[in-house]
């Protein structure tokens, strides 16, 4: 299997654009993670999803975010507009259904808004 | 509030030395902790992953310890390596399958 596969590996953008960030999780996991990491505040879980239906939204900074799970294997954080405080780190992550399967981490997407 | 606290924030350790990373929670119902590995530029691995019931586990030259009653975890790293250098997050699940409370990483450097 190839992993959680992210895309794009790196954006720059200007303040105001909108920006998306892709997804695909591991093939057979039902629980999907979106995360931003930051030097300041570490890693923050925003949201995530089980089999498709968010679970838990209360970590998305505001309404600018916006996440999206068409179908089990792909899934979207939209940021619009973006601002420079949004410059950071996104993972995406995906598990399987137990509580205590391994979460397996994407490789990120660096996101940078000037 | 539900909180995890790792200590120390950063460690320099010469290669082939022991260490031991800490972390405390205040998070309840606690449900499980885990411990990832965080090399530059790339996203988290995990280490271990321990329930209320478990007092160690191992993976390798890992060992994590759990104190439910005192909610606090250590990470010790036998006979490090250069490739241990990286950030190790301690995590905390409030529930089975909600909601995990990241630390704020502990950023170990191993010097040859």
């Known amino acids: 299997d190839a992993g959680v596969i992210q895309s794009p590996r790196h954006e720059v953008t200007e303040m105001g654009q909108e920006v998306t960030l892709r997804c695909k999780p591991i093939?057979?996991?039902?629980?999907l993670f979106w995360y931003r990491q930051t030097m300041m505040r570490g890693l923050e879980l925003l949201i995530y999803?089980?089999?498709?239906?968010?679970?838990?939204d209360s970590g998305m900074p505001e309404d600018r975010f916006s996440a999206k799970m068409p179908n089990a294997s792909f899934s979207t954080l939209k940021i619009q507009p973006s601002e420079p405080r949004d410059s950071a780190v996104y993972f995406c992550a995906s598990t399987g259904q137990s509580g205590t399967d391994t979460q397996y981490f994407g490789p990120g997407t660096r996101l940078t808004v000037l | 509030k539900n909180q995890v606290e790792q200590s120390p924030q950063s460690l320099i350790i010469l290669e082939g030395k022991n260490c031991t990373l800490q972390?405390?929670?205040?998070?309840?119902?606690?449900?499980?902790l885990r411990w990832y590995k965080q090399d530059t530029g790339r996203g988290p691995v995990s280490l271990t992953i321990m329930t209320f019931s478990e007092n160690t586990k191992s993976n390798g030259r890992y060992t994590a310890t759990l104190d439910a009653d005192t909610k606090q975890s250590s990470l010790h790293i036998t006979a490090s390596q250069l490739s241990d250098s990286a950030s190790y997050i301690c995590?905390?699940?409030?529930?089975?399958?909600?909601?995990?409370?990241f630390g704020q990483g502990t950023e170990l450097s191993v010097k040859p």
């Open positions: 972390c405390n929670y205040t998070v309840s119902p606690f449900s499980n």
């Open positions: 995590v905390v699940s409030a529930r089975q399958g909600g909601k995990l409370i």
């Open positions: 093939s057979g996991h039902n629980s």
């Open positions: 999803f089980n089999n498709n239906v968010p679970i838990d």
